[in-house]
């Protein structure tokens, strides 16, 4: 507890001096997957953001005019008060630093203008890799299968959009990205496995771009979406097709799923079992100014109960498989808990037989059923359902289901789930025990 508390301390103090500095530009944190603005103005035209590192990660930062004619150019600082390791520098409104870490630790990304002489409004992106494709500001990418097609939105000219697959070397690779709106220019930019360099890419000025191309690696593969020149910012569609469309070893069906809210705090990581798996890695945390820190190590089964989380904050996960082939490495995801969580405090009573109205106490159910759903066991009752009694915020009365006697299977009880479903975000769950009726054999 001691050591927590610490943490906390820790962060509240890095939290303040983000703070205190604001007026000073500096915006703060910046993730995978993450498109942010900010602002250059006199004196100083200059911006500071930050992200954590690894040594041989791969970035991407992109940073371009969004108003008033600034040409904001990418600096890049290791940590530990080093000297400039990298940077996209000159007087276009657009620009694009790909590099490779050369350190582990918190680095800062210094954007400032060309000339430092306008004043405007700016856009910047970060892509990690490894790291996560989505962000909670913005959704656009994650996993895609061979043969799908997505649509994503530019939000503004330095958006980078980042879908990821697994490929295996030797595989053939079609993929496609086009203007559907806002004259933008979406450029494909595939990146291999393991942090390597730029593989392929279609670029240009084109409205329409098609990379054929044929995989140099064995892993999970990164396309990055953005537009020619960071000049428009719009919607636009994008497709993989692979052949053959065979899904070569990865981290499949991950639960919690890229973006999802979570509240039931006693559920567990999943995901499908990697063929000849013999162990699973679990990393898990905050992914902004440390590290994922290893909660699972050589997992047997993939699963692991939920650590710690508190409301109001986004999560990172990671899983890697061991075989006797070498690691699979799964994807980054995140998730958040939700700031007011529907939660079941109790059921009442906990024990009872088929057919018996219960009380479900908690909070956050929403004032009126809506599209919300009750589960007890394996049968839902949304609002339709005549068995829904009741249903206020806090108090939620249903009757208990009809069970058949074979149903028992010659038990005196059966113990069966209950939670809830609000606006698609599922509740803790509570323990029924449901009794059988005397009538039955
Ligand atoms: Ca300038
Ligand atoms: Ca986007
Ligand atoms: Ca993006
Ligand atoms: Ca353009």
């Known amino acids: 507890m001691r050591k927590k508390s610490c943490y906390v301390i820790v962060f509240l103090g890095i939290l303040c001096s ?41 970035v991407i930062i992109t940073a371009a005019e969004i ?26 409104s657009g620009k694009r630093l790909d590099h490779q870490l050369q350190r582990t630790g918190l680095y800062t990304i210094v954007i400032s203008d060309y000339y430092l002489d306008e004043e405007g409004d700016y856009g910047i992106a970060l892509v990690k890799i490894p790291g996560a494709a ?34 295996k070397v030797g595989d053939h690779t079609v993929i496609t990205a086009a203007e559907i709106s806002g004259y933008v220019e979406p450029e494909i ?81 999943s ?9 699973y890695d679990l990393y898990f945390g905050e992914d902004v100014i440390e590290p994922l820190e290893k909660v699972g190590d050589n997992l047997p089964s993939p699963r692991l109960p939920f650590p710690e989380m508190e409301p109001g904050r986004a999560y990172y996960w990671h899983v890697v498989a ?52 009750v589960h007890i066991g394996r049968k839902t009752f949304d609002s339709s359902s005549p068995r829904i009694k009741l249903w206020t915020d806090t108090k939620i009365k249903v009757r208990v289901p009809k069970y058949k006697c074979k149903w ?8 069966v789930k209950v939670w809830v479903t609000v606006d698609g975000i599922d509740s803790n769950t509570k323990r029924l025990k449901v009794l059988k009726p005397a009538i039955c054999p």
């Open 408 to 415: 028992f299977k010659g038990e005196d009880s059966r113990k």
């Open 67 to 92: 108003s008033g004619y600034v040409e904001p150019e990418i600096y890049l600082y290791p940590p530990d008060s080093g000297e400039l390791e990298a940077s996209a520098i000159g007087p276009n």
């Open 322 to 373: 061991h075989t006797s082939d070498g690691d699979v490495q799964g994807p980054y995801l995140w998730f958040y808990v939700p700031e007011n969580c529907v939660v079941i405090n109790r059921v009442n009573p906990w024990r009872c037989e088929p057919r018996t109205i219960i009380r479900i106490i908690g909070e956050n159910f929403g004032d009126t059923q809506g599209d919300s759903l």
């Open 134 to 167: 989505t962000s909670p500001t913005d959704p656009d990418g994650g996993l895609i299968a061979s043969g799908d097609g997505k649509t994503g939105i530019l939000t503004h000219q330095a958006d980078t959009d980042i879908y990821q697959f697994y490929g």
């Open 189 to 269: 930019y595939l990146y291999p496995p393991d942090s390597g360099e730029l593989e392929a890419s279609a670029t240009g000025p084109n409205s329409g771009k098609r990379l054929d191309h044929t995989l140099e690696k064995t892993g999970l593969y990164t396309i990055l979406i953005s537009d020619y020149y960071l000049d428009e910012e719009g919607e636009y569609g994008m497709s993989l097709t692979k052949i053959p469309p065979t899904l070569p070893p990865g981290i499949y069906n991950a639960y919690p799923s890229n973006g999802s809210a979570i509240c039931n705090m006693n559920g567990s990581f």
């Open 18 to 58: 983000y703070f205190s500095f604001a007026r000073s530009a500096d915006r703060g944190e910046i993730r995978s997957g993450e498109t942010k603005t900010g602002f250059l103005s006199s004196p100083g035209f200059a911006d500071s953001w930050n992200f954590y590192g690894g040594e041989g990660d791969r």
């Open 271 to 279: 995901w499908d079992p990697v063929q000849e798996a013999t162990g």
